[in-house]
């Protein structure tokens, strides 16, 4: 007995453009299950405020089950991907399970890269997932309290040198908030330490901060983190890491040695290893970073029932009348390529030619910290720039805007309104002090005296 | 050279009877060191909220040094507490670090006890600590997420089993809350299992729920168990619990089976192990729960510079004119007892007689479900006992009455009208998917099919 159905649409990762792409089939005649390792959407962009304790977890993470409960042809799966059997059209999940599709949506995302030195990770988390800022939360926090028992006056300075890798929009924003906790939150709550004597360090690899912004804007960044008591070190490139801290080596002159135990790890990005699964499988390209290379219109060469979209995607926009360019690994673009393969799988199913992707840039904005953000915008009447007090005003409710769920919009709203006030972070809550086994912070005791 | 210093008092744990001690020390000539194993204090009789996603663990968790901040007398210290060195009156820190002390306040409280059976704990968390909670959060929502990729429908049923040992007001709580959960939050966003269909066990030893209430409430709160669909059964004794399920033994029959992957305990309560190191160095008796034995006046017998109080005190009232009576391990006693063995060192360094404590106890309240609550009040003009809908509010406006911080009760009180009126459960994010190694969720695949 044959059954006919809808055509199965298997979307793996529901990130920003795997729930944009998901949310674009609203209403068609098709069967979508969406696969993701996690039961949440995560607002990543926040996640920063999580593991600076601003916000709690709930705030930023709405479950992917409880966004489509109003749409009947979504159903959701929680599971990993261990294989996509092409020929057989077959989505394979750990621990047992398959699904079949006829067409499928990969939005797997990134994860961060250590450039080949993952034996630095237990040292330097980095920031892609709650558990992630679960971690530097504690570590963070556990550096405060380690000082105040600490006896030993050089140990508990290292025990106060805060540093952060990479000089992009999180690693910016990590330095800021961890000025202002340093500088605003804790004074008064110490008796043995003072908490304003943290020394916060940005060390970046390349000339600049925030290299995506316009020149100016940079400036305008790095101004504000000095302003902040953020000790900005540009063209410095990190060589080692250890349990008690790192080895960096400046443009000029020799390696010198910061203490510390904790390191936020915010420089590279690498697409997830689906990426290279899906690579060898489908004979496909993958870049230096592990994207896979897609079509125009998002599909893999010589696979049209399989798209990849947002950060494991290595696109190229082709705007009308110019030439084509390259896609950044931004929110923005991940959700406008969900929606256009969900689009183009729908044509597809139709018997329509695809279109090609264009990526509707509208500029790009980072905040530093308390009234400080840096905002570059791209609009058809013309190109803004601006930075302080307004732009983190813009920033602030950009942000807000672009949550998922009423709820979670008034919620971040009110919780900044009180952090605003009272100065205060309300979710300095430290759990899993025994440790997780890959995670585990280091004993600051067991470091030499430098 | 000696430095003349004002009198040192050590008080360990921060929970409501370290808090109150504390607190009760306020604008004193002493130093003060707070000392606990987490940076938090926990607001406890709202924790199953936190396990069953209503609220996040922010809202009900306030930092201890963040309430001690405007109190100069108080220094806060993260640590645990290897052992309490009676004759040179030192309290010795896991880590290093030694506090001395003229005074020391015991408030370690209590830990689950699994009477013996401490191999059952990997298979039935109990819920005392935020890790607790977000541990028995992931069990629940993650056995909805198997069920709906199971395909087997045996095991699928199986894995709606959810089961809560112990009738207390945890259990009974819990139990409620997991049948509004799988009544009321998840129906609608599952696509291949009905949430509905989730079988509610709550097992309790004795012969009635809420033990500690008057006889006609525990028929109340037992009347509105079974309205919520929760199967209650009593007399029925745990014998034997595993990953796939447990064995009871009820009071009449023989020992059956119940296949559960989510098994809460909520049975046996255990003073903390600190009672036992500090009956060993003192001689004093601890009772069959571990706690120690305490004077009229909540000291050590032969060590007037020692007290325990809240959980770990195995203590008597002395009300005045009547006989004396146990106090109960309930949050309002540790609060009293905190007090008083406060001001006792006040009146010990003022060379003043102590008073014995007196436990002023106004009754007992326990909510069951949505509109659902049992109330004993008891106050000077008389007896109240009331149930149901108004017993609801009365419990609501009381437990958010004693949280502390005001941020906190404006938070959870905005939660819960937005879960009242939405019935939304928003904090249902799953983290630590890769679990804890001594608390992993057993593999419901690997159980035999029943």
Known sequence: MTVQHRPRIVIIGCGFGGLEA?????????????????????????LYQVATAGLSAPAIAAPVRHLFRKQPNVTTLLGEVSDIDV?????????????????????????????????WAPFAPGLKTLDDAFDIRRRVLLAFEAAERETDPTRRAAGLNFVVIGAGPTGVEMAGTLAEIARHTLPGEFRRIDPASARIVLLEGGPRVLQAMPIDLSQ??????????????????????DACGLDVLP???????????CITWAAGVAASPLGRLLA??????????GRVVVEPDLSLA???????????AAAQSYPAGQQPRAVPGVSPAAKQMGRLAAVNVLRRIAGQPTAAFWYRDYGN????????????????????????????????????YFLIGFRNRLVVLMDWAWAYWSFARYARVVTGIAPRAHGQPPPASGCPDS
């Open 251 to 261: 443009a000029h002159g020799a390696v010198y040695r910061i203490d510390s135990s």
């Open 22 to 46: 998901a949310k674009a089939l609203r209403g068609a005649d098709v069967d979508v299950t969406v696969v993701d390792k996690t039961n949440h959407h995560l607002f990543q962009p926040l």
């Open 365 to 400: 904005l980072a905040t530093i910290g308390r009234h400080s953000a840096v905002v570059d915008l791209v609009l058809p009447l013309g190109h803004y720039k601006f930075s302080g007090y307004f732009a983190w005003l813009f920033w602030l409710f950009a942000h807000v």
């Open 220 to 241: 305008r960044a790095l101004e504000q983190l000095h302003t902040l008591g953020v000790e900005v070190r540009l063209n410095a490139r990190v060589v080692a890491i």
């Open 302 to 312: 010589g696979h049209p029932s399989i798209s990849v979209v947002g950060d494991l």
């Open 87 to 119: 020929s057989a059209r077959m989505v394979r999940l750990k621990d047992g399970g398959e699904l079949a599709y006829e067409h499928l949506i990969v939005a797997a995302g990134a994860t961060h890269s250590y450039f080949g030195r993952d034996d």
């Open 280 to 289: 060898q499988s489908v004979e496909v390209q993958t870049d230096r970073a």
